[in-house]
């Protein structure tokens, strides 16, 4: 008798144990067997912190990275769902992981107005008040329509 109340107390005492360390094989079936893949969300590489670099930046052009990133402002924005757009064969390739900004501002997608990573980030200062306003529209379109997935950030010296 008192044997079999140990024998339990050691299974319940084990179980416990085992969910309290372990909590994600109770609540994630994807984790249970190692044979099984695990979920998409998983595998992929993260994302520094959710800022990016000019340099980091230029790795989501939808070739080096499948991804397809675009800062304005300051924002880095997930473009991948226009891929016809900013893609490597779309007509605004140009500003496929790259700061945006000026070129936007400008209605330019030409190299002259796109910043390359080894440049400073573009403080804009010089752009004229109908420049601005431009921008401004095209940023509204860009939180419209990309979700956010970070800022652009100086790279540290
Ligand atoms: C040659 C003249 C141009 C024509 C005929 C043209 C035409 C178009 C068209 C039809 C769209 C698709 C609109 C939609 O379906 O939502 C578009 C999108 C776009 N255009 Fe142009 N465009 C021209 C020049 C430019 C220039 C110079 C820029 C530079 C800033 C530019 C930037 C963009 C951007 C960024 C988008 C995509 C916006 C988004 O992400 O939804 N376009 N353009
Ligand atoms: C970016 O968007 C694409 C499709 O629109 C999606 O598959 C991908 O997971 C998104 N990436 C991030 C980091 O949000």
Request: hydrophobic share 35%.
């Amino acid at each position: 008798m008192n044997n079999i109340v140990l024998a339990l107390l050691v299974i319940v005492t084990g179980y416990i144990v085992k969910i309290t360390l372990f909590p994600s094989y109770k609540q994630n079936p994807n984790l249970k067997s190692k044979g099984k893949k695990k979920p998409e969300v998983e595998k992929k590489k993260p994302i520094v912190e959710g800022s990016f670099t000019p340099r980091q930046l230029s790795q989501y052009n939808g070739h080096d990275e499948k991804e397809i990133f675009i800062a304005v402002k300051g924002t880095v924005y997930n473009a991948s769902s226009a891929r016809g757009f900013y893609g490597p064969s779309g007509p605004y390739s140009n500003f496929a992981g790259h700061d945006a900004s000026r070129g936007l501002a400008k209605n330019s997608f030409e190299f002259d107005v796109i910043r390359t990573f080894e440049q400073p980030i573009d403080d804009l200062n010089d752009l004229t008040e109908t420049e601005k306003v431009a921008l401004d529209d095209w940023e509204a379109l860009f939180k419209r329509k990309y979700p956010v997935v970070g800022k652009l950030v100086a790279e540290e010296t």
